[in-house]
């Protein structure tokens, strides 16, 4: 559905898929499928490369739009990036910088998605950026988001 309704028509698509783990059949109906985890996860989940990261953020910063077309609701989009209720660094799936904790160099108005391996996905509205950081060690993530926000402002 994923594949069909959003990143195909984004332009993307090539090589993503959706991975289950070894060890998760089920039978339903009588036929035997494999059951595939809602996220990326050591063992499954989805499979996708940078640039359709990338185009992902991007429809993001867009508000859901593609090239005149609106692929996600503009108001699914908007919920994404605001604080839940529970705890307020997180919105939809994404986790929010709006007092800076998060990252103290990246705009107030940056969000991130983050994924297993220290797969990252940089929405920053402010400055109309999308960046995308792969195989990115936790412990250098800080530095990552400063020295690409320092050579922003250069």
Known sequence: MFLESVLRPIGGGRDFQWEGYDDAWVEIDGQRM??????????????????????IGQLLLDGGAHQGRQVLPREWVQRMHEPCAVAPFYGWLTWLNR????????????????????HMVWIDPDNEA?????????????????????????
Do not use: E, K, N, Y
């Open 99 to 118: 007092d800076g904790r998060l990252f103290a160099d990246a705009s107030h108005l940056s969000w991130f998605m983050f994924g297993a391996g220290g």
């Open 34 to 55: 494999q059951s595939v985890p809602g996220g990326t996860h050591w063992g499954g989940g989805v499979s996708i490369s940078a640039r359709d990261q990338a185009r």
């Open 130 to 154: 999308v960046v995308v950081a792969r195989w990115l060690d936790g412990a250098h993530s800080a530095g990552f988001v400063r020295r690409v926000a320092q050579a922003h402002r250069s």
